[in-house]
């Protein structure tokens, strides 16, 4: 599974109190939800990075990473727990950093499942795509963004350096 994370890491790598903020209503026209349930689903669904016949592939822009979704202690437990998930052998994280020029914009939440499905998240929905010319497209995307990000190490050290900034503001 690729997926391409503009705005905000994805639930597989939530840690419980990021999962809460992203999970709480936003605005009066949010849907009601029982938060408590969905923080709940979403950490049992993570149980599916332990599947090592399964390759994840998480793509984010370094303000999917930045932008301050929770407490400062809630931000640096985020970025920490995806330095460990970016230590599991069939998960692979990357970082866009923002000084790099890319040649296309970061629109859309996107995941492509294989080479029949891909699904992309608006405010107001779900959009599954299953047309062999929408997957091409999300995966030639997914490769122009894979291609500028920080991978591997570069991107664990980078996860750590943003867990280490969120704790100085604590001061």
């Known amino acids: 599974m690729r997926h391409f994370l503009p705005a905000v890491p994805t639930g597989l ?27 709940q689903a979403r950490m049992d669904r993570q149980a599916v990075l332990d599947d090592t016949s399964r390759s994840f592939w998480f793509l984010m822009t370094e303000q999917a990473v930045k932008w301050q979704r929770a407490t400062v202690e809630a931000m640096a437990a985020q970025c920490s727990h995806m330095v460990e998930v970016n230590r599991k052998s069939n998960v692979e994280i990357g970082i866009v950093p923002q000084r790099v020029y890319v040649s296309g914009t970061p629109m859309n939440i996107f ?13 107001s929905g779900e959009v599954v795509l299953r047309d062999p010319r929408d997957i091409t497209q999300h995966l030639s995307l997914f490769e122009l963004f894979w291609s500028h990000a920080m991978t591997g190490d ?10 280490s900034d969120f704790m100085r503001q604590r001061n």
């Open 111 to 123: 995941v492509v499942y294989d080479d029949r499905l891909v699904t992309v998240e608006l405010f």
């Open 13 to 39: 790598l939530h840690v419980r109190e990021y999962a809460v903020e992203t999970l709480s209503p936003t605005v009066a026209s949010d849907p009601a939800r029982d938060v408590a349930r969905a923080v």
């Open 154 to 163: 570069d991107a664990s050290a980078f996860l750590e350096e943003a867990a």
